[in-house]
């Protein structure tokens, strides 16, 4: 940026050098540009299997009316509210429907957090937004790191007083596995005076049990995140819910945008919690959890592999020596996994998101393939990696 421009002299300072949230998506555009005026890097770009955003392999369909799209939408539109609280078994007051469970971190941040004066607290390796909607609001961001995947409760203690708000994601991503709920409970008594505790269950479909939404009655500085964009396998139509007590509701809907969910989103998303659609979204549920645990076992059976990480979501992240050249010979079949080897702890990782079998198979295919050509090659060329385009890929980020 042009830091004498107009644009650059008015805005808050701290955006100008600010990197925002890598998603798969702008990861995979900005390498798309890249590779039009970059001969050289070759066909890096043909990919056509996503496993790097954690999304469902196939599509629902639906339907639209689009009868009174001239008008404004209610402001939380009564049949998702009644299909969701149905789905959730909490009354709608205790529910704010948003676009997707980011834009309810966003608020929480906006609500809880003066800027430039309180802190959120995050336990990494963890969802970069928390990170990114504080700084970008401005709110100072404290980490307890986790101890072997769960809750430090000591380090936790000793913030008590320090924080507004302390995100817990459960299932953990990129990690996999759902926190214990003993963990949980004591997160909330510890903080039961001074901060909100959010339990981010954005994968809690794929391991219903691991829900704490039967806390949130005695517990009011409980609140939950949720989305319909992973085992409801609609990401594009960006739909989330923040389950709440009815003070924490209210504040959040003074902060919220005056119409937050588009007509076409609401009519969506109440059909895909019909009964039928639940029914639907539970098989998809299933037939994931059988293929990540092959794809577990599969992994763990590898003799370049060292380490599975426990998933109970639609994903697997596990630990190798030869992670650059697994995630190139995959990004060179076009299949685009998640190098989530930037993230505190995670040295060496790659997050595989659980597809369909047939990606799937492809995926160790051609990891197979790639092992045994370079076998066959007595002294692989050790060409020097190539390409900024290779690094973008790679840059952290965690859908
Ligand atoms: C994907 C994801 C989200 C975001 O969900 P959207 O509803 O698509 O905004 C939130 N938290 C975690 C942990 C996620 O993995």
């Known amino acids: 940026m042009n ?179 003993a963990q949980i409970e004591a997160t909330l008594e510890l903080f039961g005076q001074s901060a909100v505790v959010v339990v981010d269950e954005a994968y809690i479909e794929f391991c219903p049990q691991g829900s704490v939404s039967n806390l949130l009655s005695n517990h009011p500085n409980l609140v939950i995140v949720r989305t319909l964009s992973k085992a409801f396998a609609l990401a594009g139509l960006r739909c989330g819910f923040t389950l709440a007590s009815t003070e924490i509701i209210t504040l959040l809907s003074k902060v919220i945008a005056p119409y937050p969910v588009p007509g076409p989103v609401a009519d969506i998303a109440a059909r895909a919690l019909e009964k039928q659609a639940l029914t639907q979204m539970s098989v998809r549920v299933q037939e994931n959890n059988i293929l990540r645990a092959e794809l577990s076992s599969w992994l763990a059976e590898q003799s370049w592999c060292k380490q599975v990480f426990k998933s109970d979501a639609n994903f697997v992240l596990f630990q190798t020596p030869d992670k650059d050249f697994i995630f190139d010979a995959l990004t060179d079949a076009g299949i685009l996994i998640r190098d989530q080897s930037k993230q505190l702890q995670l040295d060496n990782c790659l997050r595989i998101s659980i597809g369909s079998a047939r990606e799937l198979n492809l995926v160790k295919q051609v990891i197979d393939q790639a092992f045994s050509q370079a076998l066959s090659q007595p002294e692989p060329k050790q060409e020097p990696k190539q390409e900024p385009k290779q690094e973008q890929q790679q840059t952290l980020s965690e859908n």
């Open 3 to 181: 830091k004498s421009s107009i644009a650059a002299r008015l805005a808050r300072e701290e955006l100008i050098d600010m990197v925002p949230y890598q998603s798969a998506r702008r990861l995979q555009a900005a390498d798309k540009n890249g590779a039009e005026t970059d001969v050289e890097t070759g066909a890096k770009n043909n990919a056509k299997v996503w496993l790097n955003a954690n999304e469902a392999p196939g599509p629902g369909i639906y339907q639209l009316t689009g009868d009174s799209i001239n008008r404004y939408p209610d402001f939380q539109p009564e049949q998702l509210l009644n299909a969701y609280a149905d789905y959730c078994r909490l009354p709608v007051e205790n529910i704010l429907a948003t676009r997707g469970a980011d834009e309810g971190i966003e608020l929480l941040i906006r609500t809880f957090c003066k800027a430039y004066k309180d802190n959120i607290l995050i336990c990494p390796p963890t969802y970069g937004m928390y990170a990114i909607s504080a700084e970008n609001h401005g709110a100072g961001i404290v980490k307890v790191p986790l101890v072997n995947n769960e809750l430090d409760l000591d380090g936790l203690a000793q913030q008590v007083g320090n924080t507004k708000l302390v995100f817990l994601c459960s299932p953990g991503n990129p990690t996999g596995n759902l926190l214990p709920l």
